[in-house]
Antibody, heavy 124, light 108 residues
Framework: QVQLVQSGAEVKTPGASVKVSCKAS????????IHWVRQAPGQGLEWMGI????????TYSQRFQGRLTMTSDTSTSTVYMDLSSLKSEDTAVYYC??????????????????WGQGTLVPVS | SSELTQDPAVSVALGQTVRITCQGD??????ASWYQQKPGQAPVLVIY???NRPTGIPDRFSGSSSGNTASLTITGAQAADEADYYC???????????FGPGTKVTVL
């Protein structure tokens, strides 16, 4: 079965960096994009970025430009999300999610079908 | 940047039907996907594409779209359906993906 297993919670201080891992299993790793989504306490979901695990190519939300780096390791089927210069407003649960992308008859559909369990990153 | 809007909260009587809407310019081009999230849990995909349900999602969940509005309908709401629901869409302006702010569904 498809699983995305994330690394554990990390407490950080302002100005530090955090690197969260997301290990995939149960499917062909290089065939699906991986997205990162975060959720601040009591708030909604926020899309952060996407990585193609096969090529390592990534696109980030404008909100995180310059602070966010996503990488992939095909030998371990793991993607990483590295967020630097942390602020208290970065306190959130960070999720990875698998992102199928289908095109048919000129119409494309994208969604997030499997999610990791989430990683809590308090910044204080 | 583009935005998706949702009603903050809706309530439905047990066994009745509730429709949750999501509005945004991007929805005239792209289908929305819908996610259910219960407290302390990761989101779960309930609807994607024109009206597709992942394996394991009850058929009381359905999706539709008209113009710039996507809708998620729960027909015969159950207590287990009480949760936050988020829509998401691709976007051609700003960030390539965007979430709506979420709708809290209360089953009375």
């Amino acid at each position: 079965q498809v699983q995305l297993v994330q690394s554990g919670a990390e407490v950080k201080t302002p100005g530090a960096s955090v690197k969260v891992s997301c290990k995939a299993s149960g499917y062909t790793f290089i065939n699906f994009y991986i997205h990162w989504v975060r959720q601040a306490p009591g708030q909604g979901l926020e899309w952060m970025g996407i990585i193609n695990p096969s090529t390592g190519s990534s696109t980030y939300s404008q909100r995180f430009q310059g602070r966010l780096t996503m990488t992939s390791d095909t030998s371990t089927s793991t993607v990483y999300m590295d967020l630097s210069s942390l602020k208290s407003e970065d306190t959130a649960v960070y999720y990875c999610a698998r992102g199928p992308h289908h095109c048919s008859s000129g119409s494309c559909t994208s969604y997030f079908d499997y999610w990791g369990q989430g990683t809590l990153v308090p910044v204080s | 940047s583009s935005e998706l809007t949702q009603d903050p909260a809706v309530s439905v009587a047990l066994g009745q039907t509730v429709r949750i809407t999501c509005q945004g310019d991007s929805l005239t081009t792209y289908y929305a996907s819908w996610y259910q999230q219960k407290p302390g849990q990761a989101p779960v995909l309930v609807i994607y594409g024109k009206n597709n349900r992942p394996t394991g999602i009850p058929d009381r969940f359905s999706g539709s779209s008209s113009g710039n509005t996507a809708s998620l309908t729960i027909t015969g709401a159950q207590a287990a359906d009480e949760a936050d629901y988020y829509c998401n869409s691709r976007d051609n302006s700003g960030d390539p993906y965007v979430f709506g702010p979420g709708t809290k569904v209360t089953v009375l």
